[in-house]
């Protein structure tokens, strides 16, 4: 069980608009920022937005992320058959003893 | 260019030890907090461990502390992790990672985010 919650999947065709929510609460999504990661099938994780809607150089603009209070969304425009991969949101926990939590992971499929 | 390059996986029993090693090259290591991260086969990430760029500051998951030992020697460029009494649950692919740093003119400050990930290493804890 994940400290943040994510949809296990979500799917949309080419050309699509996709969102992928994450929530948490106020220890983590709720004080801190939030950062987003796309892992290709076979590959190590890649970041994809940190500081809840900041894109890393090379990031294509078609992805971005926002936050509301304890919970986070990563929205891609303009789906493209290479976003097929699982999306993951993480942040820091101000909890006892916990100090990075990641979702469970979004698996995307592009139909 | 920038990378970490993961070594030291492999099969070990249950309350056994291994010792990860993570290779930086392309940027100033010494400059860099550094973090482990796993994934256990078909599941999602995990937090392992946190160093900051001296060594003085370091966390662990609770599921792994008093086990593992995070560590790095900033004049090779290297990180380790040392895990011993393994179990079962640690099995899963390691990652190191770089925690993404941001330098205005004046200062420089570490964000939670991890931007430079090694392609991982394995680790089999089985009898």
């Known amino acids: 069980q994940s400290v943040l919650t994510q949809p296990p999947s979500a799917s949309g065709t080419p050309g699509q608009r996709v969102t992928i929510s994450c929530s948490g609460s106020?220890?983590?999504?709720?004080?801190?920022?939030v950062n987003w990661y796309q892992q290709l099938p076979g590959t190590a994780p890649k970041l994809l937005i940190y500081s809840n809607n900041q894109r890393p150089s090379g990031v294509p603009d078609r992805f971005s992320g926002s936050k509301s209070g304890t919970s986070a969304s990563l929205a891609i425009s303009g789906l493209q058959s290479e976003d097929e991969a699982d999306y993951y949101c993480?942040?820091?926990?101000?909890?006892?003893?916990?100090?990075?939590?990641f979702g469970g992971g979004t698996k995307l499929t592009v139909l | 260019q920038v990378q970490l390059v993961e070594s030291g996986g492999g099969l070990v029993k249950p309350g056994g030890s291994l010792r990860l090693s993570c290779a930086a090259s392309?940027?100033?290591?010494?400059?860099?907090?550094m973090s482990w991260i796993r994934q256990a086969p078909g599941k999602g990430l995990e937090w392992v461990s946190y160093?900051?760029?001296?060594?003085?500051?370091?966390y662990y998951a609770d599921s792994v502390k008093g086990r593992f030992t995070i560590s790095r020697d900033n004049a090779k460029n290297s990180l380790y992790l040392q895990m011993n009494s393994l179990r079962a649950e640690d099995t899963a692919v390691y990652y190191c990672?770089?925690?993404?740093?941001?330098?205005?003119?004046?200062?420089?400050?570490?964000?939670?985010?991890?931007?430079?990930w090694g392609q991982g290493t394995m680790v089999t804890v089985s009898s």
């Open positions: 993480a942040a820091w926990d101000d909890s006892l003893n916990v100090h990075v939590v």
């Open positions: 160093i900051s760029s001296s060594g003085s500051t370091i």
């Open positions: 106020s220890s983590n999504i709720g004080s801190n920022t």
């Open positions: 990672a770089r925690v993404k740093t941001i330098c205005s003119s004046t200062s420089c400050y570490q964000t939670d985010a991890f931007d430079i």
């Open positions: 392309g940027f100033t290591f010494s400059d860099y907090y």
